[in-house]
């Protein structure tokens, strides 16, 4: 196993920046993709006539569609060194937190930023932990969810990565 | 739906209507076209086994949202669901039944809101827990509607 680090000076020098902004509107057409394959077939999130019943007075956006919004690679103008793709790396899990409810039709910005980075020795190999913040602000500009999730890469002899290139 | 669930139903150790999620190829597929995350490792078995797993497994995400599945279930309409999170501990094979569960763990209020915290996880065919986690949620009270 490769005793050095595999962190480089860039993959540091990335830490605390802004890695994308994705801007959004929700469509029926999306929600309606998300449900079908989640098998998630609450009325409070595609039957208009039977939301408008509940206190909210609405369909909602169900909260596991928002963690959908953030796969997308760089943005242009943002940079991206090929090591913090998600291309490739594994989801270590993450949390996220719901602060207002968010409508179809609703404009949602989410911004990914990278906050931290460290580096583990496992059974397969050497590996990376990148750790992300993903913010969501609607088009009134109010935080209406956040997410903190952690990605991990596996570097060891004889893995080939996504872009099928063989790690030596 | 069923019954609303109000803060007064809730006791701790209380456990979670459970979601069970069979899983195939299409499935995988689908959740590829609704996220936008098209990884091989989710549906292309040789792909996987170079990356050093046995077969296609779950996506990751698609497990999180059927945790959030199971807790927006579980609250119903008028409960809210406040914050998520797992931890990817182990993988779910293609092919195999992947089981949400969970149960109550604290109840109290907070600035006249009634929240109710539990530990959730999915688990595998073999019963072991592949993404253990933590779910909040805001319930409505009798006492006090919202």
Known sequence: MNEESLITEEMRKAVGGLLNICITKIERSKIKMFVEATGDLNPLFQDEEYARKSSYGGTKVPPGYLITMQMEGGSPGFYMPDQLSLKGAIDAGGEWEFFQAVRPGDVIIVDRKHVDLYEKKGKLGNMVFNVFETTYRNQRGEIVAKGRWTTIRILAPGVKDYEGRKIE | ?146
């Not at chain 2, 008028?78 to 604290?106: A, F, M, S």
């Open chain 2, 1 to 146: 739906m069923p019954k609303e669930l109000t803060y007064e139903d809730i006791e701790i150790g209380m456990e979670l209507l459970p979601l069970v999620k069979e899983t195939s190829s299409r499935m995988s597929a689908e959740w590829a076209g609704a996220s936008g995350d098209y990884d091989p490792i989710h549906y292309d078995n040789e792909y996987a086994r170079l990356r050093r797993f046995p077969s296609a497994i779950v996506n990751g995400r698609l497990k999180v949202a059927w945790l959030i599945q199971m807790m927006t279930n579980w609250i119903g309409d008028e409960g809210v669901l406040r914050k998520l999170g797992c931890q990817h501990r182990g993988v779910d094979i293609i092919g195999q039944p992947v089981k949400c569960k969970g149960r109550v763990t604290k109840k109290y209020v907070h600035d006249g809101e009634h929240l109710v915290e539990c530990e959730i996880w999915t688990e595998n065919p073999k019963g072991e827990k592949t993404a253990p986690g933590e779910a909040t949620v805001v319930l409505p009270s009798r006492t006090s509607r919202k």
